[in-house]
């Protein structure tokens, strides 16, 4: 993926360092919390996945950014700079065809743990959106947990990233715009609506509307990478191919066949490993935010 030397974005704020905390807001990866959890800990997976959801208040300290960052940090911070900055290039005129002005969310970086608007946020849980605050929240030594840990692809071409154990660049990028398409669910009253509906409604139907905003999300992702593509020609050959591996491998059933053996579809709340890449694709292949309606 060809991503140097494009606008790099004012609205990244950078707290790497410090702090110890918990929970909130909306991720990418809701079920990987689980698997993480039982890897590592040998927590129940449904348990840990079910704590993941709640917002709490306990004392996280906020990070600091580093004093001197080193090149490899530099380098990260740069990347994510520039795939934020294509999103803002991306929504922008697409919302204002529709009469409404876009307002970027902001993008923290963190290490370990840090205090978000929706609570204390927890590196474990991956990267995550907030409506309180509106802004995305991400740990980037998640990056090399999706290659590590995870087992999604790594680079498929020459990468401008020096890192050799993360996932591939696009993968990384894919994760960013699928949070951000959660904060133009926020921005279009989506995502309120959404949180109407699940409080009168059953646990099991509460879960498929979750569902279908993830998977809105990730069909949102694709409208920003044809969108990306049309004006930087950035992609390259095996770029999409490392985000299909990584929409794969963060289905609620593949994650819960790995965690525990076998699925439960009624508690899926992100999608099947199938429904993500083609809604993925869908948006990918059209650009059009019209045909992400992941509802009808």
Request: charged share 20%.
């Amino acid at each position: 993926m060809r991503w140097k030397g494009r606008r790099v974005s004012d609205n990244v704020e950078d707290r790497r360092g410090g702090g110890g905390a918990k929970a909130g807001g909306i991720s990418i990866i809701g079920l990987i919390v689980a698997f993480v959890a039982w890897k590592f800990f040998g927590v129940d997976p449904q348990q840990a996945y079910q704590a993941t959801k709640q917002v709490t208040s306990s004392g996280a300290t906020q990070g600091a950014a580093p004093a001197n960052l080193t090149a490899e940090q530099k380098e990260v911070s740069d990347f994510v700079g520039t795939i934020l900055a294509d999103t803002e290039d991306t929504w922008t005129p697409i919302l204002k065809a529709k009469g409404v002005q876009y307002v970027s969310p902001k993008l923290v970086m963190f290490s370990g743990a840090i205090q978000s608007g929706c609570g204390a946020a927890q590196s474990a849980m991956g990267p995550f959106y907030c409506p309180a605050d509106q802004k995305v929240y991400i740990d980037t030594q998640f990056f090399k947990d999706m290659r590590q840990q995870m087992g999604i692809s790594g680079e498929q071409n020459q990468t401008e990233l020096s890192a050799r154990d993360e996932a591939g660049d696009f993968a990384q990028a894919y994760v960013i715009a699928h949070e951000v398409g959660h904060h133009i669910q926020n921005i279009l009253g989506i995502s309120g609506q959404v949180q109407q509906q699940r409080q009168r409604v059953s646990e099991a139907q509460g879960n498929q509307l979750s569902v279908h905003l993830e998977l809105q999300a990730d069909c949102l992702a694709g409208v920003w990478a044809n969108s990306t593509h049309q004006r930087t020609q950035f992609l390259e050959q095996g770029d999409i191919e490392e985000a299909m591996d990584a929409a794969e491998k963060i289905g609620d059933d593949f994650l819960q066949k790995k965690a525990r053996g076998y699925a439960v579809p009624d508690s899926f709340t992100h999608g099947t490993s199938q429904q993500r890449m083609q809604w993925f694709n869908t948006g990918l292949k059209s650009g059009d935010i019209d045909r992400c309606d992941t509802f009808n």
